[in-house]
């Protein structure tokens, strides 16, 4: 079975790059992923527990200890059956892509202590694995590092190091960083806000190539597409697809 880290890593890698590369494939694999995360409360409680030990930081040791030890248990206690189904479908849904392995050894160090019952010959490996986390937690230079080179929280972009993404990452708009974040991040005030903030973008586009065009018959399907647009509400369900129908269409028109 494939490390649920390295696949939620490679999704997310694969929402990046679809919106860099402007290719539907990479966004409808990650639509599906958080569609069945967010139709099963078991992997939801997975994904959240993993950006918990991933993204959360602290300056004392011991509260570090105690917040891995509370959320390995938490780990610990989800239907086993029900994990092992859901990874293995997303490994189905990422057959012929290779898994980003940045994390692999952070990611074995959880699976290592969710998997292994406590004795007095695995006693070393286990304090070994929590000081590895633990060490993650207390490090503070590295998030700063990442959220002043790209400016996004570093939950996001876990699985891109700084210097890969400055070299291949760079030329990310703003809007698609805005996407990306509220996608992976937002809340349903927030991806209303980016909906109409996107949606009344893309009307002013057409507005503009309606008054630069002289062809009556482009004109024509411009305000035809604006006047369906106009009708289109905001989907909270459907988000990750309306907004990148609608970022496509006004960077299409722009």
Not at 26 to 35: C, D, I, P, T, Y
Not at 130 to 148: G, Q, Y
Request: hydrophobic letters at 30%.
């Amino acid at each position: 079975m494939k490390n649920f880290g390295n696949i939620k890593d490679t999704f997310k890698q694969l929402m990046i790059e679809s919106i860099i590369n402007k290719d539907d494939k990479g966004k409808k694999l990650f639509n599906k992923f958080l569609k069945t995360i967010g139709n099963n409360d078991t992997l939801k409680e997975q994904y959240l527990i993993y950006s918990n030990l991933q993204n959360t930081k602290f300056d004392d040791t011991t509260e570090a200890k105690e917040y891995i030890k509370e959320n390995i248990d938490l780990l610990k206690s989800l239907n086993k059956k029900h994990i092992d189904s859901g990874n293995e479908y997303f490994t189905k849904l990422l057959k012929g892509v290779s898994l980003v392995k940045e994390n692999e050894s952070f990611y074995n160090d959880i699976n290592f202590l969710v998997n292994t019952n406590k004795n007095a010959s695995n006693i070393n490996k286990i304090q070994e694995s929590i000081n590895n986390i633990t060490n993650r937690m207390l490090e503070k230079e590295e998030e700063t590092v990442v959220t002043e080179s790209i400016d996004l929280p570093p939950s996001m972009l876990a699985n891109i190091l700084v210097t890969k993404f400055n070299t291949k990452y760079s030329e990310i708009n703003e809007t698609e960083k805005e996407i990306i974040k509220t996608v992976l991040n937002g809340n349903k005030e927030d991806k209303k806000s980016l909906f109409e903030t996107v949606k009344r973008e893309c009307i002013k586009n057409i507005d503009n190539k309606v008054n630069e065009s002289s062809d009556v018959e482009i004109k024509d399907k411009l305000l035809k597409v604006k006047d369906k647009l106009l009708n289109t509400n905001f989907d909270y369900e459907n988000f990750n697809s309306q907004i990148s129908k609608i970022y496509n269409l006004k960077e299409s028109i722009d």
